[in-house]
């Protein structure tokens, strides 16, 4: 399984760093995702990072503002999330890949399928 941390209450351009780390996988090895869902609105995908050349993928509006890592020294993926804007309040999860990972990942669903409770990120003044 995984779990989220980092969530919380953020005012316009502060930041954020959400963690996801494994338990009983390692993470290492696999593609990993980070989704957001919104009040009202569909699951979508932010982010993701590649287990083989530790490609990466973002999703138009967070390009220049969220920067996923790996931490391999405690075996997790981290989101680091600068200039947050109220559009980016959601539901934040992060995805383990079905699949060892290859050179590149995507940033839609059918790829993952270990996810995360999620953690809540809340923007607002």
């Known amino acids: 399984q995984v779990v989220e941390s980092g969530g919380g209450l953020v005012q316009p351009g502060g930041s954020l760093k959400l963690s996801c780390t494994g338990f009983g996988v390692t993470l290492d090895y696999y593609d990993i995702g980070w989704f957001r869902q919104a009040p009202g609105k569909e699951r979508e995908g932010v982010s993701c990072i590649s287990a083989a050349e530790h490609n990466t993928f973002y999703r138009d509006s967070v390009k220049g503002r969220f920067n996923i890592a790996r931490d391999y020294k405690n075996g997790s993926v981290y989101l680091q999330m600068n200039n947050l804007r109220p559009e980016d309040t959601a539901i934040y999860y992060c995805?383990?890949?079905?699949?060892?990972?290859?050179?590149?990942?995507?940033?839609?669903?059918?790829?993952?399928?270990?996810w995360g409770q999620g953690t809540q990120v809340t923007v607002s003044s």
């Open positions: 995805a383990v890949s079905k699949h060892i990972g290859g050179r590149y990942c995507a940033i839609v669903e059918s790829p993952y399928d270990t």
